[in-house]
């Protein structure tokens, strides 16, 4: 059974900074892409960043040059720092792991349960 934990979500005002992490752990044979997307209020689910394992991103184009993903491949964690947060990043943020999981022969893929980050005054 492989489990994802967010954790770092929160309200901060706007202008300000939030580091959002995201550890996977259980029967894990190997790790693909890590990454994160998110979903407003009566809105889809939407990518916001994503990392290969050969280090190559994805990053949405309404949040370059303020958020970056990173990972830490010995600690099966991806990270996503959020600097000069708006309103509109108010969303719920998932995090996003293709894996292989012991016992199988193929890649999967995984959503963390969710983390809320609020951006208001």
């Known amino acids: 059974q492989v489990q994802l934990v967010e954790s770092g979500g929160g309200l901060v005002q706007p202008g300000g900074s939030l580091r959002l992490s995201c550890a996977a752990s259980?029967?894990?044979?190997?790790?693909?892409?890590m990454g994160w997307y998110r979903q407003a209020p009566g809105k889809e689910r939407e990518l916001v960043a994503t990392?290969?394992?050969?280090?190559?991103?994805n990053v949405a184009d309404s949040v370059k040059g303020r958020f970056t993903v990173s990972r830490d491949n010995a600690k099966n964690t991806v990270y996503l720092q959020m600097s000069s947060l708006k309103p509109e990043d108010t969303a719920v943020y998932y995090c996003?792991?293709?894996?292989?999981?012991?016992?199988?022969?193929?890649?999967?893929?995984?959503w963390g349960q969710g983390t809320q980050v609020t951006v208001s005054s």
């Open positions: 990392k290969t394992t050969g280090g190559s991103t």
């Open positions: 259980g029967r894990i044979l190997s790790i693909g892409t």
């Open positions: 996003h792991v293709r894996l292989l999981e012991s016992g199988r022969t193929y890649f999967t893929t995984n």
